[in-house]
């Protein structure tokens, strides 16, 4: 855990990234505005970055990323009290890990 720790704060994030851009997401959107479906948008996408470089994305994905989306416009409170709360947390120092030998009425 202090190793992802101290990636974090070198602005390394672990796990996959994102199939779907932001650019990707606003073309579906256009689009999905303009009457046309998730199907019919699918093909015309290619992912740039990633394992699936220079194919399309998953149908899946574009609904995930369509539901994300739906997510921040519905609640951008919720969102930017998140970011502030992460930016705190970052900036104080974290408690590290309780000694084992001291008693349980001292914890």
């Given at each position: 855990?202090?190793?992802?720790?101290?990636?974090a704060?070198?602005?390394?994030?672990?796990?996959?990234?994102?199939?779907?851009?932001?650019?990707?997401?606003?073309?579906?959107?256009?689009?999905?505005?303009?009457?046309?479906?998730v199907?019919?948008?699918?093909?015309?996408?290619?992912?740039?970055?990633?394992?699936?470089?220079?194919?399309?994305?998953?149908?899946?994905s574009?609904?995930?990323?369509?539901?994300?989306?739906?997510?921040?416009?519905?609640?951008?409170?919720?969102?930017?009290?998140?970011?502030?709360?992460?930016?705190?947390?970052?900036?104080?120092?974290?408690?590290?890990?309780?000694?084992?030998?001291?008693?349980?009425?001292?914890?």
């Open positions: 855990m202090e190793g992802l720790d101290i990636a704060r070198k602005g390394k994030h672990g796990g996959r990234s994102l199939a779907i851009t932001d650019d990707m997401l606003h073309t579906v959107l256009r689009r999905r505005a303009g009457g046309e479906s199907e019919q948008i699918q093909p015309d996408l290619i992912t740039p970055i990633g394992k699936r470089k220079g194919q399309n994305p998953s149908v899946a574009i609904y995930w990323a369509l539901a994300e989306h739906a997510k921040r416009e519905a609640y951008p409170e919720a969102i930017e009290q998140a970011h502030a709360d992460f930016a705190v947390l970052q900036a104080s120092e974290l408690p590290g890990p309780r000694a084992a030998d001291q008693p349980e009425s001292a914890r």
